[in-house]
C-alpha cells in the first residue's frame, strides 16, 4: 500500500522560509514522476514543482527561483524547500506520485485531465504566508 505524508507547513511572515517533507512508503516502481501541488480556497488546484526519477526538476514560474524540489532516495523522502514566501504562497500543499517516466512541467497537470496520472496523493499540509 503506498502512502505519502506530508509535514513542515505552517505560519510565517512574508519574506520567511519553510521546508516541506513527503515520507513516502510502499512505492517500489523505479520510474516515477513525483510533484508538488497547492490548492488555496477557491481556487483551483495548481502544480509548483516536479522531479523525475532521474532528478530532472520542473517549475511553475510562480515559484521559479525560490523554492527548490528534491529527494532523498535513501529516506523515501521528498522535499520542498521555500525561501522568500508571499501571501499568495497561502494554501494547502500536497504531494502527488505518478507512474512515469518523465515529468512534464507543473502547468500541464493544472488541467484536471492531466493530474489524473497522479495515482498517489498525501493528505495535505497547511501553509499560511502573512503579510
Known amino acids: 500500500q503506498v502512502q505519502l505524508v506530508e509535514s513542515g507547513g505552517g505560519s510565517v511572515q512574508s519574506g520567511g522560509s519553510l521546508r516541506l517533507s513527503c515520507a513516502t512508503s510502499?512505492?517500489?516502481?523505479?520510474?516515477?514522476?513525483m510533484g508538488w501541488f497547492r490548492q488555496a480556497p477557491g481556487k483551483e488546484r495548481e502544480g509548483v514543482a516536479t522531479i523525475d526519477s532521474d532528478g530532472k526538476t520542473s517549475y511553475a514560474d510562480s515559484t521559479k527561483g525560490r523554492f527548490t524540489i528534491s529527494q532523498d532516495n535513501a529516506k523515501n523522502t521528498l522535499y520542498l524547500q521555500m525561501n522568500n514566501l508571499k501571501p499568495e504562497d497561502t494554501a494547502m500543499y500536497y504531494c502527488?506520485?505518478?507512474?512515469?517516466?518523465?515529468?512534464?512541467?507543473?502547468?500541464?497537470?493544472?488541467?484536471?485531465?492531466?493530474?489524473?496520472?497522479?495515482?498517489?496523493w498525501g493528505q495535505g499540509t497547511q501553509v499560511t504566508v502573512s503579510s
Open positions: 510502499g512505492y517500489t516502481y523505479s520510474s516515477y514522476c
Open positions: 502527488a506520485a505518478a507512474h512515469l517516466s518523465y515529468c512534464l512541467p507543473p502547468d500541464y497537470y493544472n488541467e484536471s485531465r492531466h493530474v489524473g496520472v497522479f495515482g498517489y
